[in-house]
C-alpha cells in the first residue's frame, strides 16, 4: 500500500504517467497479500475482523487512487483538484496504518502462541523417546546378560544363511551371463533355474520354464537325453528351433538333489567349418580347371612328335592365357576377401560419371561373353557421383560376370541408372536361372554359391558378391537382391549422391 501511496502521489505532482510504475505493481501485489491474509483467516478466526477491516480500507483507498489518477488525466484544473484531495487520502491512509498495526500485533501474538505450543509438542515427544530409549536400552542390557549365547548363535547361523545367500546370487549373476545355457533341474526332474542363454537357444522365456517338467519345455529332450546315454556328456544334438538350426554340445553333472544340464551353442564353430570346406572344395575346383588347361596346353605345346600347326599353337597359347587370367581373377579375388575382412580396402572417392563406367565395364564383359549374351544400356543423361570408380567398376563387372554365368541360355542383360532424390541406382538385370528365396538371404556371405556341385555347370569362388557388398558398404551405399526363380535377377547399387 505504501508504494501505490507513493505512486499516487508521484502522479497527482508530476502529472508523468510514469510515476505510476509503483502504483501497479503495488497494486498487483496487495491483491495477493489480501487473498493470503483471507486464507489465513479462516483457520484463525481471532484475526478474522481486522482482516475484514484492511479489506475494506484498502478497497476505499484504491477507489480513492482511482479518482485521483482520473482527475489529473483530465488536465490542469484535474490535477489541481487531485492536489486539494492529497490530505484526505493521508488520513484515510493513517486509518489504514493503525488497522494494519493492530493486524500485525495481533498476528505476533499468534505466532509466540504457536511457537510456545510447539516447544510444549517438542519436550513432550523427546520425553516420550528419551523414555522409550531407556526402556529400549534397559530390555537390551537385560537380554544381553541373560541370553547372550543365544545371541552370538543366532548371528552366526544369520551370517551363514546371508554368506550362502550372496555366493548364490553371485553364482547366479555369473551363470546370467555366461554363453552357454545352464538349466537346474530338481530330483524331480523340474526347471528350477533357466539362465537368458537357455531362453535365447530353445526359444522359450524363463517364467514359461520355470517349475515345469524339463520335457514340456524343450520337445526335443529325447534326443539330448539319447546323445547323453549314446555318446556321453560332450555329445553333439541339433536342435531346430523356430529362428534357424543349432548345434549344441550336451553336458550333464549329477547330484543327489538333482542335476545341471548345460548346452553350449556351437553352431559357429560348425559354420566354420562348412565354411573351411565349402572354400577348399571351391578353390581346388576352381583352381583345377584352369590349371588342367594350362597343364595340358603346355605338353601339348612340348610334345616333340606333334606336327607344326601355326593355328593349333595359336589356340593353345589362347587357351594358356585366358585360364592363366582365370587364375589370377581366382587368386585376386581371394587376396580382396582377405584385405576386406581386414577392413585394410582403400576407397578413395572422386567425381564419377557413371554411364562412362558403366559402358567400360559393359565392353569389358562383353570380350569374354557368348555371342547369346545381349548386353544393353540405359542411362538417359550422363549421372555423376562423388564415389571410388575403381572399385565400384570392380562391382558392376563382377555383377555382370554373374548375370552372364546365370543366363546359361543366353538372354538380354540390361543395366540401367536412376537417379532418386540424394541417391542414385545402379541396376543388372538378368532373365536367367534366379535365385531361391532361401538362398537370397545367403548369396552374400563368403564362399556361398547358388551351385556348389556343379550341377548346373557354373562355376566361380563363391567370393565375388561377398566382396561387392562389402565395397559397396564402404563407399557408403548399399547392395540387394530381388529375384525369381527361372525368371532372372536383378542386382541393385545404391549409392548416396
Known sequence: MLNEETGIRGYVVTGDGRSLEPYRAGRAKVTQDLAALQQLARRRPEIAGDVATSAR?????????????????????????????????????????????????????????????????????????????????GIAFWLLLSVPRRIWSLYDVERELREAAERGARASRSLEHVDDAVILLDAEGRVRYWNPAAAAYLGTPEPDA??????????????????????????????????AERWLVARETRFPEGRVLVLQDVTGERELERTRSEFLATASHELRTPLAAVYGAVR??????RLSSPELDE?????????????????????????????SVPVRPEACDLRELCESAIASVRVRAPATIELALDVPRPVVVHTDPSRLRQVVVNLLDNAVKYSPKGGRVDVRVREHDGSVEIEVADHGLGIPEKAQKRIFEKFVRLDPEMRLGVGGSGLGLYISRELVERMGGRLRVDSEPGRGSTFTIQLPR
Not at 489504514?96 to 510444549?120: E, K
Open 57 to 137: 480500507l484498502v478497497r476505499r483507498l484504491e477507489q480513492f487512487y482511482e479518482q485521483q489518477v482520473a482527475l489529473v488525466q483530465q488536465g490542469g484544473a484535474g490535477q489541481q483538484r487531485a492536489q486539494r484531495n492529497v490530505l484526505s487520502g493521508a488520513q484515510l491512509f493513517d486509518r489504514f496504518r493503525a488497522d494494519a498495526a493492530r493486524l500485525v500485533s495481533r498476528s505476533n501474538v499468534i505466532v509466540q502462541q504457536a511457537r510456545t505450543s510447539q516447544r510444549r509438542t517438542f519436550y513432550a515427544m523427546l520425553a516420550i523417546v528419551l523414555l522409550a530409549g531407556a526402556t529400549a536400552a
Open 210 to 243: 520355470l517349475d515345469r517338467p524339463l520335457g514340456e519345455v524343450v520337445p526335443d529332450l529325447p534326443r539330448i537325453e539319447q546323445t547323453l546315454a549314446g555318446e556321453g556328456s560332450g555329445g553333439v544334438v541339433v536342435l531346430e528351433t523356430d529362428a
Open 300 to 305: 601339348t605345346l612340348r610334345r616333340d612328335d
Open 315 to 343: 589356340q593353345l597359347l589362347t587357351m594358356i592365357e585366358t585360364e592363366s587370367h582365370r587364375l589370377a581373377e581366382i587368386v585376386d579375388q581371394i587376396l580382396v576377401s582377405t584385405e576386406v575382412d581386414r577392413g
